[in-house]
């Protein structure tokens, strides 16, 4: 695949927000691509619609809870509808709920899990079955540092993205024979958020993650030839220890 493939070509964002969800909706739409932004919170959508007024590629917005399965088959149908089969599918969805293990609630856990985990098995279910029958298509899955390993205080979390990591290699490995890429993109670090606004590239600001560059990453990983796929990507600011 090259950079002039892109241009119509339909992206979904699932887990779309004012950071990274955004960032990479600007990135494929500059590309030339139309793209479904969907979220938990629908009042969330408009503001991210605004900020994307402007493009040449169509953007629609969609309310969806990703870990329900009939809200994520409504969302794709809804899409396929609306701007086409989709070529690209980001699963960004992600909670955090601190606590130590002794302390954290059942439902807790199985929340963070159930969003973490069990969503983006959804979502790339769906995916696959409709990339299968057009032959060709890219999943990808946002990871983080808690992915690799476990720490203090992030049962929560890590369990979830464990799930994810574990699931993303078993659909490459299935799918990938099959004309679908499937990839993880490990986040090793913070990323930086409006608070940040106005200090990209000094002050605390300079060991964040840009999510632009982020998009940009995720960008070149759909448009990977399939002779050199990647399975899993990592990226982290200059500054992270590792």
């Not at 339909?10 to 004012?18: E, F, H, N, R, T």
């Not at 490459?172 to 990323?191: F, T, W």
């Not at 030839?225 to 899993?232: C, G, K, L, N």
């Amino acid at each position: 695949m090259n950079e002039t493939t892109v241009k119509d070509q339909v992206a979904l964002i699932m887990g779309a927000g004012p950071g990274l969800g955004l960032a990479l909706a600007r990135c494929f739409l500059t590309a030339g691509m139309h793209v479904g932004m969907a979220a938990r919170n629908g009042e969330k959508l408009t503001s991210l619609l605004q900020e994307c007024s402007g493009s040449t590629g169509q953007v629609r917005a969609y309310t969806c809870d990703s870990t329900n399965e009939d809200s994520v088959i409504n969302v794709f149908g809804r899409l396929q509808t609306d701007l086409g089969t989709p070529d690209l599918v980001v699963y960004n969805v992600g909670i955090y709920l601190p606590g130590e293990v002794v302390n954290i609630t059942t439902a807790d856990f199985e929340h963070c899990w159930r969003v973490g985990c069990l969503g983006g098995f959804l979502c790339g279910r769906e995916a696959a079955r409709i990339m299968l029958k057009a032959g060709n298509g890219t999943i990808l899955f946002s990871g983080a540092t808690a992915s690799l390993r476990g720490g203090a205080g992030f049962a929560n979390l890590a369990v979830g993205k464990f799930g994810l990591r574990a699931l993303s290699q078993s659909m490459a490995r299935e799918l990938g024979p099959r004309g679908i890429h499937v990839a993880h993109v490990v986040i090793d670090g913070q990323i930086l958020s409006p608070r940040y606004a106005g200090l990209a590239g000094s002050g605390p600001a300079d060991g964040l993650l840009s999510p632009d560059a982020i998009a940009a990453s995720y960008l070149e990983l759909h448009k990977q030839h399939r002779s050199a796929w990647s399975q899993e990507l990592d990226l982290r600011p200059w500054v992270e220890k590792f």
